[in-house]
């Protein structure tokens, strides 16, 4: 399997297994195993260099279990075949996702004119506020 201009994965590092799905297929799912789990050993690939496994490992925390096995599962369609081909389709983009480089963020600073400005705004909210504001008067 090949993701795009970032790496090849052999078809022998993936691992496909088949089970019962719930949702459309009316009493054909009760006798059909449509739903589909495509299983990936992020830590024992030897297709990935170390960086990879590390960049996967922490971008994807939520989806690889304790052992490092990725797991993805498709149950949108009827067949089999259609479900087995989403799963692949999500697995290519979450690891592409997953190893594209992030652009590091470039600090801003706030204008001092645009700063200035603002405090001018809140001291004039201020004063408007405080001449509405009744005043408290002692009439003893």
């Known amino acids: 399997m090949e993701i795009p201009g970032i790496l090849n994965i ?7 297994t088949f089970s019962r799905s719930s949702g459309p297929g009316g009493q054909n799912v009760n006798k059909v195993n ?20 590390n960049k ?28 087995r081909e989403d799963a692949v389709q999500r697995f290519q983009a979450l690891i592409a996702a997953a190893l594209t480089e992030r652009p590091v963020r470039k600090k801003t600073k706030i204008p001092r004119r645009i700063h200035e400005k603002r405090l001018q705004v809140k001291k004039r909210r201020g ?14």
Request: hydrophobic share 30%; charged share 30%; with cysteine.
């Open 56 to 83: 996967i490992r922490s971008r994807l925390a939520n989806r690889i279990n304790e052992a490092g096995i990725l797991s993805i599962t498709s149950t949108t369609y009827r067949t089999q075949r259609a479900n």
């Open 34 to 53: 449509s739903r589909v789990t495509l299983w990936f050993d992020v830590k024992e690939s030897s297709s990935l260099t170390e960086l990879q496994k």
């Open 10 to 16: 052999p078809d022998n590092e993936l691992r496909f």
């Open 127 to 140: 004063m408007i506020k405080s001449v509405r504001a009744k005043k408290h008067c002692d009439y003893s």
